[in-house]
């Protein structure tokens, strides 16, 4: 019993972790593609935030 709720605890930890991630990663593709579709960052400079 006690197991089945840790799983159940860390597979809701892992989802949300998951899905802040992608949360994250597209917003650095929606705002690098901004900046890099108006000209103020080259794309050195959005690789170099990406990392």
Known sequence: Y???VHK????D??????AYMKLF????VHI?????LSGS???S???EVAV
């Open 2 to 4: 006690k197991f089945l």
């Open 8 to 11: 159940i605890i860390n597979d």
């Open 13 to 18: 930890v892992y989802y949300h972790n998951t």
């Open 25 to 28: 990663c597209y917003l650095l």
């Open 32 to 36: 690098g593609q901004s900046l890099f």
């Open 41 to 43: 960052l080259s794309v």
């Open 45 to 47: 400079q959005i690789m």
